[in-house]
């Protein structure tokens, strides 16, 4: 039977964290760096971490979106793995709490065709440092496993979440096997796998 794999982003299916990239480059680095290691390690609440972050954010120029999607990169082992899933009629799917307008270009670019994330909102080529619609946290995750699995008729025994942050735990619980990838230890806590070798097609190891 075919399965369903649901992948994390930042830090998982790509090297970097997306809003540590634009905060670099607003110059407002510093601040959202702490706030994002203190949500990922389960430190704080991360609807409210992101809201946080993404205040910081307000004034910069959708440019800099541009620029920072040429920056991220691909973890080792991204594009084998996706390709040897979907040759094999697996579905493979992505939940971000990072930003559509960043990974949606990559995520066309590797045929992922069910994916949800966060929106920034912009007005005249400006971020107004606010979200816009319902903030991806880790209930959202979960529920996102559950919907895309119903979507494609797979049972949850069936699906594998893949992530690294305290804001995946719900999804690895809820999966039918649930992997820690170079994480956090609140997630490799709760993980029924753990990969500690930065490589994705690691993977395929451990299902």
Do not use: Y
């Not at 990922?40 to 004034?59: Q, T, W, Y």
């Not at 992922?112 to 929106?119: G, L």
């Not at 959202?140 to 594998?160: C, D, G, M, Y």
């Not at 230890?185 to 993977?203: H, K």
């Amino acid at each position: 039977m075919r399965r369903l794999f649901l992948f994390d982003v930042d830090s998982t299916l790509i090297n970097e964290e997306v809003i540590d990239l634009i905060a670099a480059k607003a110059g407002v680095s510093e601040q959202v760096s702490q706030i994002t290691t203190a949500a990922m390690s389960g430190n704080l609440d991360f609807s409210e971490s992101l809201i946080k972050r993404v205040a910081l954010l307000s004034g910069v120029s959708t440019t800099v979106l541009n620029e920072v999607q040429s920056e991220i990169t691909l973890t080792n082992g991204a594009v084998d793995l996706i390709k040897t899933l979907l040759g094999k009629g697996d579905v493979v799917a992505v939940v971000s709490g990072g930003f559509t307008e960043i990974i949606a270009p990559l995520l066309t670019s590797l045929k992922i065709k069910d994916f949800k994330a966060n929106s920034l909102q912009i007005i005249d080529g400006r971020l107004t440092g606010k979200v816009q619609g319902p903030i991806i946290d880790r209930r959202a995750k979960a529920e996102f496993l559950r919907e895309i699995a119903e979507i494609h008729q797979i049972p949850l025994a069936h699906t594998v979440a893949v992530g690294d942050g305290a804001n995946d735990i719900d999804m690895i619980q809820n999966a039918g096997v649930g992997i820690a990838f170079c994480a956090k230890p609140a997630l490799v806590e709760v993980a029924d796998r753990v990969i500690v070798n930065r490589d994705l097609m690691e993977v395929l190891k451990v299902v």
